[in-house]
């Protein structure tokens, strides 16, 4: 059975998982957007928020560059769209030049902060270990960390991404998450930016042994409530097959997250 109640994912978003979890559909801008996404971006997803008739049944969030957070806060505002961050530092203070703490993040109302992106574990050199010690960090400034695993096509094709993605899980999500404080965000290397995604059929494999893994940790019903999201070329066109499959809660989105109207038709596909 699912948790019961209302619980709360940030100040003023109450859901209620009775019934099944709650989609999230996530925008993960990376090193892109200026301050023209303030209008086009952040402003056009609070209008479509605006346009619907009824309280809309799916989580939507956008994780802007770190210096557009307060504007983009400020242009989300009561529209119900979460703002989130891209990274966070280990350390809640101190001498890391160019970091920024996870405190920092919620104080700017950040309900949500991505952690152990591969461009981030490629780039970085970001470990395991280290994602897992973002991810508490998150936690513990009281946001929600979506922590990001997926395997190389090399892996793929070595036939090893069950086995990479599962250790990734093992080891780079905190003991101590609950479906409030964790989202899980499956983006196989090789199919983010490049237009090829997973098979539904493939993805779902994954995403349901990401959920074993996760009662066989933290007990069936806690997992039953935590989100699993799919990430990897999601558009438009391939999004509602995807978010059909029973373990994908929401979709992680790159490049179509740079356009109103087609993060906007994601989101309708989780709605
Ligand atoms: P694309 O949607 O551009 O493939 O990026 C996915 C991703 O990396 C989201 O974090």
């Not at 799916?58 to 119900?80: Q, T, Y």
């Not at 990734?168 to 964790?182: F, G």
């Not at 959920?211 to 019903?221: H, V």
Request: hydrophobic share 45%; glycine share 12%; net charge negative.
């Amino acid at each position: 059975m699912l948790e019961e109640g209302p619980v709360d994912f940030g100040e003023g978003v109450e859901h209620n998982m009775t019934d099944g979890r709650r989609p999230l559909i996530a925008g993960n801008w990376k090193m892109n957007g200026g301050l023209d996404a303030v209008d086009d971006l952040a402003g056009a997803l609070a209008g479509h928020m605006a346009s619907l008739a009824a309280a809309p049944v799916f989580d939507m969030a956008v994780c802007p560059p770190f210096p557009l957070l307060p504007m983009i806060g400020a242009a989300i505002e009561e529209s119900g769209v979460l703002l989130g961050a891209q990274d966070c530092h280990a350390a809640a203070k101190g001498a890391h030049t160019g970091d920024t703490s996870a405190g920092l993040l919620a104080e700017l109302g950040c309900r949500l902060v991505i952690v152990g992106h591969s461009e981030r574990r490629t780039d970085h050199d970001e470990t395991d270990d280290l994602v897992r010690v973002k991810a508490e960090a998150a936690q513990a400034a009281g946001m929600a960390a979506i922590v990001c695993v997926g395997e190389t096509e090399a892996e793929r094709d070595a036939g090893r991404a069950l086995e990479v993605v599962i250790g990734q899980v093992a080891n780079s999500i905190p003991a101590a998450s609950t479906a409030e404080t964790l989202v899980v965000a499956y983006e196989p290397v090789w199919a983010i930016g490049t237009g090829k995604t997973a098979t539904p059929d493939d993805a779902q494999e994954v995403h349901g042994a990401i959920r074993t893994a996760l009662a066989e940790r933290f007990g069936g019903n806690a997992a039953a409530a935590m989100r699993i999201l799919y990430g990897g070329s999601m558009k438009p066109g391939n999004a509602a097959e995807l978010l059909a499959k029973p373990d994908i809660d929401g979709g992680l989105i790159g490049g179509a997250s740079l356009q109103a109207d087609d993060f906007w038709a994601i989101a309708q596909a989780a709605g």
